[in-house]
């Protein structure tokens, strides 16, 4: 992901954006759905609508139903699984800056941070499953987020990925403070945060201290949080430019400013000019950690085991696989005994599951829906969902068959799919 994935796809959409902006985003329904976030409950799904086209002056933040969603696609007896959808699924909505991506929850799902590149802002989002969402404004009834004191506001542009490192509850287990990080498509610095409610105003949101990843790194495409032994390291993808060209690297280093880079060259390794994507697979018992990747010329999937040297951890490159079109971002499906990775290709609209050892596809979702950008797994129930970001809908996904066996099945969808453009056939 990232500056932005959908670059050609923001190209075409430059074409019409001659006309201004429209006030009223909708709220029961996606714009351009990129982020996914399921709470920690399972019954409630966070998206975020983009109004990446700039037809709207915001974007939204919309929970769905996922227990309504889950009844109405087992009643649907659509011959084309396709052709299931459930409307009136959105419960809630808040207001957003246009241009947002990937939300996080905290642990127990009270809090949710969101970045949003419109205003290069990170926003603090209170969340009850039943009452909805609470930015602390309000605009014609409905919450508005990115507003101060519940937003930060950034020094640089385009903040994409947020990671929550720690989250302080009271004696009554009331949330007070969430520690976290943010990275961004155009600067090599890493932020670090905090969302403190015991402070008053603006103090609320804070940077708390940064971590310089180096002059030739021009962008971060993607984190994920590796803990072992105590520890919590950040592994970064990201970009580079140097006088010998373009490159990707993988960075590892602590939440700290005072953070020691390790460094691994993927383009020297395995010939990539660019990441997508990033998690991290923790090993069982004595097994290493292991780092997924995404790679973009040639489009790949990368397996890296982390070794955990007394200089810190370090990667080592384990295997290297050929990928489906475009592939876009990463999630992490524990089925019992069974690990998959789950992989969205928005070139090849396909969805596919793969085993993290071997990086063999063993399923495969393909056509259900145009553009599939992120995808999100559900803690509780065996389900998947995938933002069609061209279709302004959400696939659902069955992660088992009927006797509890990993299997992909595609369920239907939330939201009936924008039309195709018309391209001259008939």
Known sequence: ????????????????????????????????????????????????????????????????????????????????????????????????????????????????????????????????????????????????????????????????????????????????????????????????FRDDRERAGAAQMQISGTVELGDAVTSVRGTALRTRNGQTHVVAAVESFSTTGAGALLVLFLPSADATLSTFDVTTAMGALSLRDVLVVPGVGAEPDTVIAVTRGPDAIVRFEVDDLPAGPAL??????????????????TLGSVTRVLVTCQASGTIEALDPRTLMTTDAVRFAGRAPYDVAVNPVVAEAYVSFFLDDSIGVLSLVDATGAPRFTFLGRIGTPKPKPEDGRE
């Open 316 to 333: 080592r490159l384990a295997g290297v696989a050929e990928s489906c079109a475009m592939p876009t971002s990463l999630a992490l499906a």
């Open 1 to 192: 992901m990232r500056v932005h994935p959908l670059v050609a796809t923001a190209a075409i959409l430059a074409l019409a954006g001659c006309e201004p902006p429209a006030t009223g985003v909708p709220l029961d329904r996606p714009v351009y759905p990129t982020g996914l976030a399921v709470h920690p409950r399972g019954d409630r799904l966070a998206v975020v609508s983009s109004s990446f086209d700039s037809a709207y002056e915001d974007g939204a933040l919309l929970l769905a139903d996922l227990d309504l969603v889950r009844d109405e696609l087992a009643q649907n007896d659509a011959a084309d699984r396709r052709d299931a959808i459930v409307e009136g699924a959105y419960v809630k909505a808040a207001l957003l800056p246009p241009f947002g991506d990937r939300p996080v929850f905290t642990s127990l799902g009270e809090r949710l941070l969101v970045a949003t590149r419109g205003n290069n802002l990170v926003s603090s989002v209170d969340v009850d499953p039943d009452a909805g969402f609470s930015c602390g404004a309000v605009e014609d009834g409905t919450p508005r987020c990115g507003k101060s004191p519940q937003a930060l506001q950034l020094p640089e542009n385009d903040p994409f990925d947020v990671l929550v490192l720690t989250a302080v509850r009271a004696d009554d287990g009331l949330l007070t403070r969430v520690d976290g990080v943010v990275t961004l498509l155009s600067s090599s610095t890493v932020y670090l």
